[in-house]
């Protein structure tokens, strides 16, 4: 093909989209390999995949559930005759489907439209991707894969104590170390803005702030907090409260300080999740309780809970409970919980360790002359090799070995076999990632 | 929640949009495993999984590869001040992306994109959804999975025969039985139609009737190809030598007829592929030479194939050769061959059989009273049991014992354990699907 036509086409392109991406084979192996790990773990606890398609009407998308992800959607041009371009004076006219942006909205409509025929309580697991049409950015990416796990249909924080034990197993099974799960509750933070002053109507702009302690500390939370126009006295009663909590004496050191105000149950759901998930056999995870834990959501009705390792800043996975967000589409309440585990952070920090840290087959070439006029005795030897256990792929024998060898390496090879007439060729591994090295 | 509330929201619906579909649980366990079994078959014969975006620029999915597919995309709205209202004239104002057809069509422009990066030859696969706004009918949908696998960068018939070895045995570890291998060269075709005296520029039109020689038989296809305006002669050349054509002589008894035509190599490589791929191992595939096999797409460039099973009507799995795809976008062509897996049709196979025919572990619920104070002994026995390899779902005792356990069991559980307080209860495991029943 000529010079002239290359040029031709190089206007279009061949890059991805604006902020998509192409998944390499050695990226998409260790996704595949972090999704089977978490999908197995959760399958064990007794979780059930579903699937949700990725399209939902703009009318499900856009009520509000989403918060400011609303604003990012991607919608899908009407199709044929339903699209009037002469009488289009707004986007309504032009789109009333969009891409879905998280899996908790679908889930909603997914669990009031199929209730009936699914398992009481539903405890779901959902892996796929979301796109969201944000400013690209490094390490953000307008689709990327979110995995979330929910139980439906439970009240008792049994539901909380399972998603945490099975969360922390699937994280560890994944390699992460040192996991710890900070724990709140919505109606302990409404309990305790209330006790210190703040109007019912502020609450909402007060759990912003309070959601940056982590990052602005208790000054920086208090200057904001008064920039807003909150009362004084209640910012100074929060912020004394929360900036003088001891976690080593946890919850319990809350209880006086509350005295008779109304939680709605909070502290004793907290209790039984921090008692019964924190004590769970040797392999437990540390579980505590952060009166500062906020998390995003509006929707969130009760317990909240993020996991943290001590090898990544930021959290690797967060939930929490929604007892009211699917009543908005079915019609009537369902008590509901769930985690959203951050499959991309945690796609990220295996691909920044070694490889060969998530188990698997070795992968072999096993090369034979292309020139080869019977493949008969090759093939035999490649099922010989598979047998074996080993992942085998016929390649035909470069010029040069050396070459041909560091660059199966690059690509994630762990060693070749020449076929030699024999019925099981020796496997020679390499040393080290270069692959010009070779032992027997 | 009041029922008016339920009434203001029934006109949104709870349903997901037209054509698309909700998986249900039981559903979702046999799409995933029928996934792996193809994944790991392909990777143990060294195939690499690969990821492209669900979304791309127009200008790539409209460059006439994807046939009538185009027609069928669905086009994502420009975003913010990309989009002017006033302004609009055409579609083409309002779109410059859109939702992947097919996988074939993205592996170009990823491999084009990609290629310094990746392994040479590379062996490819892929799954995920594609998107076509078809008419939706029973058992078609607008969303739908695909399975791609292919191999770029060998000219040698030993990627054909790596790719039908492979995928008849991803096929066979999925319970399909009796497979055979259909196979055929557009080069043949192209050779066979000119000795038959078939104009060159006639040749696309005579390949769509000979397609539906299946269908239609020989005197059907004579029939169109007359009403087409194909010369006489020429017709009754090709639907004698088609008709006459015997398959227990197989492809060599063509050879004589034609004579010294130049057919580009196909008979080579057909040859080699039937002798190679047709003896390998005792549980090779049967493959068959069938001349009157044309397969849709317009790119295919050589050898072409079908894989049929006894148990289905239709073919479960096709592709071809394909070289000069991936040049109409790198600017140089790149030797190229794959297979499609009609991943929803084998789904739809399976779901018909009964169940627990795939592999996989035992699936109970461990029943505990709700009431329970201290969690800690039930947690324990749950880990002892999926320590035992059981997939276990905590679930609180019914007040009903028979009509849990009938639910259950409609809901894909093996068994019940009912927690007694010792550290491995009994699992009882259902009789028959109405789980009444149960032995120890």
Known sequence: ??????????????????????????????????????????????????????????????????????????????????LDLAGVRSEDDLADLGLRF???????????????????????????????AERP????????????????????????????????????????????VRLND????????????FAPDRHGSLFVSLDKWDKLGRQGVAAELAAAGHPAAATASLTTLLGDFDPRRGLDSLRPWLGGVDDGGAFEALACILRTAGTAGCSGPRVVFDPTLVRGMGYYTGPIFEIGSAQFPSSIAGGGRY????????????????????????????????????????RIALLFEAATPDLGPVLAAARRLRAEGFLV?????????GSQRAALAEHGFDGVAVFDGTELPAVRRFRGAAGAEADR
Chains 1, 2 share one sequence.
């Not at 773990?41 to 699937?51: K, L, S």
């Not at 792929?393 to 070995?401: D, N, Q, T, V």
Request: charged share 30%; net charge positive; aromatic share 4%.
């Open 186 to 197: 919505r109606r302990l933070l409404t309990a305790i803005a209330g006790r210190c002053g």
């Open 137 to 180: 950015q490094k390490g953000r990416f307008r689709q990327f894969t979110q995995c979330d796990i929910d139980i439906l249909g439970v009240r008792e924080p049994v539901a909380e104590v399972e998603l945490i034990l099975a969360t922390t197993e699937a994280l560890t099974a994944l390699g992460l170390e040192e996991l710890t």
């Open 1 to 82: 093909m000529s010079e002239s036509r290359r040029l031709d086409i190089t206007p279009t392109g061949t890059e991805p989209p604006r902020g998509m991406r192409d998944v390499l084979p050695l990226e998409a192996e260790v996704r595949d390999a972090a999704a089977r790990i978490i999908l197995d773990t959760y399958r064990r606890h007794g979780f059930r995949r579903i699937e949700t398609p990725a399209v939902e009407s703009l009318r499900l998308l856009t009520r509000g559930e989403g918060g400011d992800n609303e604003k990012l959607i991607f919608k899908i041009l009407k199709r044929g005759e339903k």
């Open 323 to 362: 007892d009211q967000l699917i009543g908005k589409i079915l019609g009537r309440d369902v008590p509901a919980t769930g985690f959203s585990i951050g499959f991309e952070r945690v796609v990220t920090l295996l691909l920044e360790r070694p490889t060969g840290t998530l188990p698997g087959a070795e």
């Open 393 to 401: 792929s016929l390649e035909p024998l470069g010029r040069k070995a």
């Open 102 to 132: 998280d899996l908790t909205v679908p889930l909603a409509r997914y669990y009031a439209h199929n209730h009936a025929r699914l398992p009481r309580p539903l405890k779901a697991v959902q892996i796929g991707p979301v796109w969201r």
